[in-house]
């Protein structure tokens, strides 16, 4: 029995089966949303099962949250660059220092996220801030693996089911993990590499993009903040902040049509999750921990291990404190539940398949009228007189 049955509700993409077929009878091939899937070549099966059993023990790694902190880098440059707290940042730096290595995800200028490998820390520069699409592991988990058997310390940044695929693969290799250290976030889920793509596409059509960022910290950072506008540099020195092109794929991703399924039946959506440490932004800092606010970013961290203690503790660059777990609950949907799907979404990618992605870009990623109020400056005072809170 191979993987070849898997509902795409069941499969996260983490291509744990790919990396432990010994036959090497598995790819990982885009479907029509641009997720990737296992395909398995019969051809050269030899129904040993272990992809099949790689895939159902991931499903059963858990730790629960020991500690839960708010963090952030006592370095303003690496507070700007980073999504939240900077607190990966602090962390790459600290294992790096150690001879280690980093795993983490970048954005190709093809526009491809994908999961890298860092021996320095100049090539870490790459992991800063989030890129809301699902990554590419690539073959990364077997370097991994070859890292620590050569005894190398191996830090792997990743989504919480990438971490548990990570994990069962290397169990099922033998390979003794005391030297592997693995970080998660709490997740909304991924969106399409595809629709992505198209996006940046669509962007290049009138000026050409030389960098992309999902997010801008030229707002103050904070829940309900503009920070998620993207920041978009062009080739001729332009740059675009929070206008409504730039907000286009992000309303997409938070539309909820566009993730990848499982993700809407995610088994990580709670407090218990695989990694050692779970790092995300710190929405309601302000409000839970006013005295540790910071404009340009508070991350919250969930302890879940030992060896997640020791990376706080030894990491030199961080400032953190002890917050109640139940505060930063709060303001993340995601610790409590999977991102509901939307009811459009098979309409959504029918649309998208008929029509393109302009279509889909008018109807559900706010490039519209009512998109151009939101995003006046009329509309954030009208906003701010009403709710006292800033957009
Ligand atoms: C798809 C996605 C959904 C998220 N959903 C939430 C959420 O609902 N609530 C919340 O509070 N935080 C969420 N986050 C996490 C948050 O955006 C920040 O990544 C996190 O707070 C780390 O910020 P930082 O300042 O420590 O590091 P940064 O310097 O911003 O570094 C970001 C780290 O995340 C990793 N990363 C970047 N893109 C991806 C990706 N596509 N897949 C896996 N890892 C990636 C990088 O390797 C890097 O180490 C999400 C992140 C992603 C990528
Ligand atoms: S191991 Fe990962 S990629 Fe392979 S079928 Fe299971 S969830 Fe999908
Ligand atoms: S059953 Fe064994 S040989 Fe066949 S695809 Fe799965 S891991 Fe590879
Ligand atoms: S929501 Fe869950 S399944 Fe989807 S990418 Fe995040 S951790 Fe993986």
């Known amino acids: 029995m191979n993987i070849t049955k898997i509902k795409k509700e069941d499969c996260c993409g983490c291509s744990a089966c790919m990396s432990v077929c010994p036959n090497h009878s598995i790819s990982m091939v885009p479907d029509s949303e641009g997720f990737l899937y296992p395909k398995?070549?019969?051809?050269?099966?030899?129904?040993?099962?272990?992809?099949h059993k790689v895939c159902i023990e991931k499903k059963e790694k858990v730790n629960s949250t020991l500690y839960s902190f708010a963090a952030k880098n006592s370095d303003p440059e690496v507070l700007k660059k980073s999504s939240s707290g900077g607190l990966s940042?602090?962390?790459?730096?600290?294992?790096?220092?150690?001879?280690?290595v980093v795993y983490g995800v970048a954005l190709?200028?093809?526009?491809?996220?994908?999961?890298?490998?860092?021996?320095?820390?100049?090539?870490?520069?790459?992991?800063?801030?989030s890129k809301y699409v699902q990554a590419n592991p690539n073959n990364t988990l077997e370097m991994?693996?070859?890292?620590?058997?050569?005894?190398?310390?191996?830090?792997?940044?990743?989504?919480?089911?990438?971490?548990?695929?990570?994990?069962?693969?290397l169990k099922y290799k033998n390979v003794m993990i005391d030297n592997l250290y693995t970080v998660d976030l709490i997740c909304h889920g991924v969106p399409?590499?595809?629709?992505?793509?198209?996006?940046?596409?669509?962007?290049?059509?009138?000026?050409?993009v030389s960098k992309f960022y999902f997010r801008t910290k030229k707002k103050p950072w904070g829940y309900g903040s503009r920070n998620f506008g993207c920041t978009i540099k062009y080739v001729d020195g332009k740059e675009e902040v929070d206008t409504i092109r730039t907000r286009v794929f992000?309303?997409?991703?938070?539309?909820?049509?566009?993730?990848?399924?499982?993700?809407?039946?995610?088994?990580?959506?709670?407090?218990?999750k695989p990694a050692d440490l779970t790092v995300a932004d710190y929405w309601g800092c302000i409000e839970q921990e006013p005295e540790f606010y910071d404009k340009l970013g508070v991350s919250a961290v969930l302890v879940h291990t030992d060896k997640g203690l020791e990376l706080i503790r030894n990491a030199q660059e961080?400032?953190?404190?002890?917050?109640?777990?139940?505060?930063?609950?709060m303001k993340q949907g995601n610790l409590n539940h999977p991102s509901p799907i939307a009811n459009s979404r098979e309409q959504f990618?029918?649309?998208?398949?008929?029509?393109?992605?302009?279509?889909?870009?008018?109807?559900?990623?706010?490039?519209?009228?009512?998109?151009?109020?939101?995003n006046s400056k009329l509309y954030a005072t009208y906003a701010k007189l009403k709710t006292g809170r800033s957009l």
């Open 89 to 100: 940042h602090a962390i790459c730096r600290e294992i790096i220092e150690q001879n280690g």
């Open 250 to 272: 992000l309303n997409l991703f938070f539309s909820n049509n566009c993730l990848r399924p499982h993700c809407h039946h995610c088994e990580y959506a709670g407090i218990d």
């Open 40 to 51: 398995v070549d019969v051809g050269t099966c030899v129904d040993c099962m272990l992809c």
């Open 108 to 129: 190709s200028s093809d526009s491809q996220v994908l999961i890298e490998r860092a021996d320095s820390i100049e090539k870490c520069e790459l992991f800063y801030g």
């Open 318 to 329: 961080l400032e953190y404190k002890d917050t109640p777990i139940e505060k930063i609950k």
């Open 349 to 374: 990618w029918n649309e998208y398949m008929k029509n393109g992605f302009l279509y889909i870009a008018k109807k559900y990623g706010g490039l519209n009228i009512k998109g151009i109020i939101i």
């Open 192 to 208: 399409s590499p595809l629709i992505f793509s198209d996006y940046v596409r669509w962007i290049n059509e009138k000026r050409t």
């Open 144 to 169: 991994v693996k070859k890292d620590l058997i050569e005894g190398k310390k191996v830090l792997y940044i990743a989504t919480s089911c990438y971490i548990a695929g990570l994990l069962s693969y």
